[in-house]
T-cell receptor, first 115, second 117 residues
Framework: AQSVTQPDIHITVSEGASLELRCNYSYGATPYLFWYVQSPGQGLQLLLKYFSGDTLVQGIKGFEAEFKRSQSSFNLRKPSVHWSDAAEYFCAVGSAHFGNEKLTFGTGTRLTIIP | DAGVIQSPRHEVTEMGQEVTLRCKPISGHDYLFWYRQTMMRGLELLIYFNNNVPIDDSGMPEDRFSAKMPNASFSTLKIQPSEPRDSAVYFC???????????????FGPGTRLTVL
C-alpha cells in the first residue's frame, strides 16, 4: 500500500528565509507525487506535481520540489518565503497505474512565518 | 469555471440528527471524491465516484455514512444518525482523469465544517 510521511508537524521560518518541507513516500512502482497547500478555512490548492521526466519540478508561487527516487523523497523548497506562505502543506502520492485512482495524503506540515 | 462548490459551508447539528452535505464538481470532471479532515486523523478519503458510479467506498467509516451521485453535477454525503465524533471538515474534490499517464490534478472545494453537539 502506498503511504506518505511528512516528518515535520510544524515549521517556523523567518520572512525572507529559505524553506524546505520534507516528504517521504512508500510505493512499489512509479509514483505520481503532489504538493498541495491549504490556507486557513480554505480547500487544498495544488502547488506542483511530478509524473515523469525532469526530477526538479517548478510550481506556482515560487515553489519547487525535487524527486529523489533513491531516497523516496519529494521535498518542497522555496528560496525566500513571504508572510502569505503561512499555511498547511500536504504531500500526496498517487499510482501511475490506471485503475488505481486514489491519492494518499501525508498528515501535513504547518508553516508559520515570523517577521 | 466556479470551481468545486460545497454547501453548506458550516453545519451545526445535534447528535442523532441527519446531516446532508452537498457538492457540485467542476463541469466535465469524471471523478468525484469525498474526504474528511480531522486533527487526529488528517485527510482521509471516504469514497470516490467515476462517471457517477461509486468505485471505492472502503474509507466510509460505518453504515451511518452514505454517498450518492445521481448525476454528473451533484453529489451528497449523508450521515444518519450523526454523532459528535463525526465533527470534522468534509471536502469534496473532482478531477478530469486519474490514473495512468493521464493522471490529473484533484480540485478541492472549500469544505463543509460540521459540528455535532
Amino acid at each position: 500500500a502506498q503511504s506518505v510521511t511528512q516528518p515535520d508537524i510544524h515549521i517556523t521560518v523567518s520572512e525572507g528565509a529559505s524553506l524546505e518541507l520534507r516528504c517521504n513516500y512508500s510505493y512499489g512502482a512509479t509514483p505520481y507525487l503532489f504538493w498541495y497547500v491549504q490556507s486557513p478555512g480554505q480547500g487544498l490548492q495544488l502547488l506542483l506535481k511530478y509524473f515523469s521526466g525532469d526530477t526538479l519540478v517548478q510550481g506556482i508561487k515560487g515553489f519547487e520540489a525535487e524527486f529523489k527516487r533513491s531516497q523516496s523523497s519529494f521535498n518542497l523548497r522555496k528560496p525566500s518565503v513571504h508572510w502569505s506562505d503561512a499555511a498547511e502543506y500536504f504531500c500526496a502520492v498517487g499510482s501511475a497505474h490506471f485503475g488505481n485512482e486514489k491519492l494518499t495524503f501525508g498528515t501535513g506540515t504547518r508553516l508559520t512565518i515570523i517577521p | 469555471d466556479a470551481g468545486v462548490i460545497q454547501s453548506p459551508r458550516h453545519e451545526v447539528t445535534e447528535m442523532g440528527q441527519e446531516v446532508t452535505l452537498r457538492c457540485k464538481p467542476i463541469s466535465g470532471h469524471d471523478y468525484l471524491f469525498w474526504y474528511r479532515q480531522t486533527m487526529m486523523r488528517g485527510l482521509e478519503l471516504l469514497i470516490y465516484f467515476n462517471n457517477n458510479v461509486p468505485i471505492d467506498d472502503s474509507g466510509m467509516p460505518e453504515d451511518r455514512f452514505s454517498a450518492k451521485m445521481p448525476n454528473a453535477s451533484f453529489s451528497t454525503l449523508k450521515i444518519q444518525p450523526s454523532e459528535p465524533r463525526d465533527s470534522a471538515v468534509y471536502f469534496c474534490a473532482s478531477s478530469l482523469v486519474l490514473g495512468g499517464a493521464n493522471t490529473d490534478t484533484q480540485y478541492f472545494g472549500p469544505g463543509t465544517r460540521l459540528t455535532v453537539l
